[in-house]
């Protein structure tokens, strides 16, 4: 019997607005037209709008949707603006991005592991996103060639906020980043009101995978 995606990816939208979590017309159209399933390896297809984590390849994973979702609304994600994405995993916040943003805005996305980058990719192509420009290296030293960004999301957790993001986020600009040890995480919402005053917010705990390079964990 062929799956009804369409009618999945409603309920689990629709469950992830009454929690409160999804609010942004936006980012609700976001969720709607990026479909999830295109990023998911065919072993967990099943699974694809079930509210979970869900590996992908190596030790990475697909974001659970309701922290997606938190994530996004915490960036605040706008019309035109220039966004970094360190950790690209499967691409699916990746293009939740890219289309908030439009086709006058652009998001890079970093991404150590070579395999995940051919990976995101290819699922990118799936959505036909175009201003997703997918790049191998270590995000922890963020992106310079295109500095400075508008936002900075970072979906891996990292033992302290590295010092390059912070100086390659705009005047007025926010990161959004997992901090703390290996098995949990607080989700700060970091913004720079000027090139060294920041205002932090703590969004509560999280659980993330490791971020890796000079400023993730060094095992």
């Not at 890219?98 to 890079?108: P, T």
Request: glycine share 8%; net charge positive; with cysteine.
């Amino acid at each position: 019997m062929q799956r009804n995606w369409k009618r999945e990816r409603e309920s689990l939208i629709n469950s992830i607005i009454a929690k409160g979590y999804l609010k942004t017309p936006k980012i609700v159209e976001a969720f709607r037209k990026i479909p999830r399933h295109f990023f998911v390896t065919e072993e967990f297809l099943h699974s694809a709008y079930h509210d979970i984590a869900l590996p992908t390849i190596g030790t990475s994973t697909i974001s659970q949707p309701t922290t997606v979702a938190i994530m996004t609304e915490a960036l605040s994600p706008k019309e035109g603006e220039k966004i970094l994405e360190v950790g690209t995993g499967s691409g699916w916040q990746a293009c939740i991005l890219a289309y908030c943003v439009g086709e006058k805005g652009r998001v890079i996305t970093i991404e150590i592991n070579p395999r995940l980058v051919e990976f995101a990719k290819r699922n990118i192509a799936k959505v036909g996103i175009k201003n997703v420009k997918v790049v191998l290296g270590d995000g922890s030293l963020g992106y310079p060639e295109e500095a400075p960004f508008d936002k900075i999301m970072v979906t891996a957790a990292s033992p302290s906020v590295p010092k390059p993001l912070l100086e390659q986020l705009k005047v007025g600009g926010r990161l959004v980043i997992p901090v703390g040890d290996v098995y949990s995480q607080r989700m700060m919402v970091i913004d720079k009101k000027s090139e060294d005053e920041f205002e932090e917010k703590d969004l509560g705990e999280f659980v993330f995978v490791k971020l890796r390079g000079k400023y993730g964990f060094k095992d």
